[in-house]
């Protein structure tokens, strides 16, 4: 017969408080997250927020090409984001982050 391995009860009270603070912190960088979300969308010009939307259309038309092909989908985001990189590696040198 296997042992049973022991567990503190103490332990379990801990890890219970340290999800519970984990989640709550969680929740909050969501809230202030979508606040700033909100504050960014709304200080858009009508031209800034005609293109994000061009943009945005744009996206869907392609991502919804991938027929269920969820594998095709990642490797389309995945180009996307590799064609972009360049871009802000030079944003950044000029920056001088990099």
Not at 30 to 58: G, P, V
Request: with cysteine; glycine share 4%.
């Amino acid at each position: 017969m296997a042992k049973r391995k022991r567990v503190s009860l103490t332990k379990a009270r801990i890890d219970a408080e340290i999800l519970r603070q984990t989640l709550a912190g969680y929740a909050q960088v969501n809230q202030i997250t979508a606040d700033e979300r909100r504050a960014r969308l709304r200080a858009l010009s009508d031209s800034e927020a005609h293109a994000l939307f061009d943009d945005l259309c744009d996206t869907h038309q392609r991502m919804g090409r991938h027929d269920g092909d969820w594998e095709k989908l990642d490797r389309l985001r995945l180009e996307q984001k590799r064609a972009i990189r360049p871009a802000f590696e030079r944003l950044a040198r000029a920056k001088g982050l990099l």
